[in-house]
């Protein structure tokens, strides 16, 4: 029978002071990110911003978030990535509204730090993070690769998609910000010529996103991984700080449950984890751990 296991969320007695003291005196820090960082940032699926970009399509098949959306089997190409177009443009390159990524690499750019993360949304790259410091391990919406696959390469999809939005009936404001039309009567489809193909095989183009086996480890994300691995290795004795950041349990195997495992085994770890309503620790590692149920944006305003 499968165990099931039971989240308690808590908060660590003095946990902003506690996490502040941690970060004074951490020799290395290795930043867990999750999708919960970039909700802080304002990178909400649902709700107005959803409403705002993706009205059309909410009254034509009735979903309500754009993650359903992604997964909404389209009858043309034309239509899917008209959808996946304004999903990639809004999510990849715009900004977040609020500069959370920019203040929490304020909080380790003077560290030896590392970040390893599952979000697909390129907001560490563009807050300035080193990219030899970042793991992304699930991909990226700004990266297409070949369906099938037939080979092991992604491809840079943003003036594809630049073309693909404006073909609906966009246009870019001066800060990138999608402007809707006058009549707000926009088109829910591409022009063919711009469907992706493979240019090796000529199958479709899809997202290198991990959503099953199809999904493309190139050379980039192994020479990532191995940096990665070569980080842990080096710190193992050092006073590390583990920080994980708007992570839940989606996919805990990428870092949360690692970071536990390494706090445990690591004679001088430290597990932090800062998140709204889903801060927890395993009782195991509990006294070498700070949880701070709360706004991360929020949280990182108070740490410096």
Excluded at 129 to 134: A, G, N
């Amino acid at each position: 029978m499968r165990r099931q296991v039971y989240i308690r969320p808590y908060d660590t007695p003095d946990g902003i002071e506690k996490l502040k003291k941690a970060l004074q005196e951490a020799e290395a820090v290795i930043i867990g990110a999750g999708a919960g960082l970039s909700t802080s940032a304002g990178f909400f699926y649902t709700g107005e911003r959803f409403q705002k970009y993706f009205h059309d399509f909410a009254l034509k098949y009735h979903f309500s978030d754009m993650y359903s959306g992604g997964f909404y089997p389209y009858t043309t190409p034309e239509e899917n990535w008209a959808f996946w177009s304004r999903y990639i443009y809004i999510n990849r390159y715009m900004d977040p509204p609020k500069p959370v990524y920019e203040e929490l690499l304020d909080l380790v750019k003077d560290k030896d730090y590392f970040v390893i993360t599952t979000n697909v949304d390129h907001c560490f790259q563009k807050a300035g993070v080193d990219r030899h410091r970042l793991f992304y391990t699930q991909g990226d919406y700004g990266l297409w690769q070949c369906s099938k696959p037939c080979h092991k390469k992604v491809y840079d999809n943003e003036e594809t998609v630049r073309e693909m939005v404006l073909a609906q009936g966009y246009t870019i404001a001066e800060d990138g910000a999608l402007m809707p039309p006058e009549n707000g009567e926009l088109k829910m489809t591409v022009p063919t010529e711009l469907v992706p193909h493979c240019p090796a095989c000529g199958e479709p183009m899809s997202m290198n996103l991990r959503a099953d086996e199809t999904f493309v480890e190139d050379e980039g994300w192994h020479v990532a991984a191995g940096r990665y691995s070569d980080f842990l290795r080096r710190h193992r004795d050092s006073k590390v700080l583990f920080l994980d950041v708007g992570t839940g349990f989606n996919t805990p195997s990428i870092f949360k449950i690692p970071f536990w495992q390494m706090t445990n085994e690591w004679p001088d770890a430290t597990y932090a984890c800062v998140n709204l309503d889903q801060a927890f620790a395993p009782d195991e590692i509990e006294k070498k751990s700070i949880c701070i149920n709360g706004d991360i944006g929020e949280v990182i305003r108070q740490l410096p």
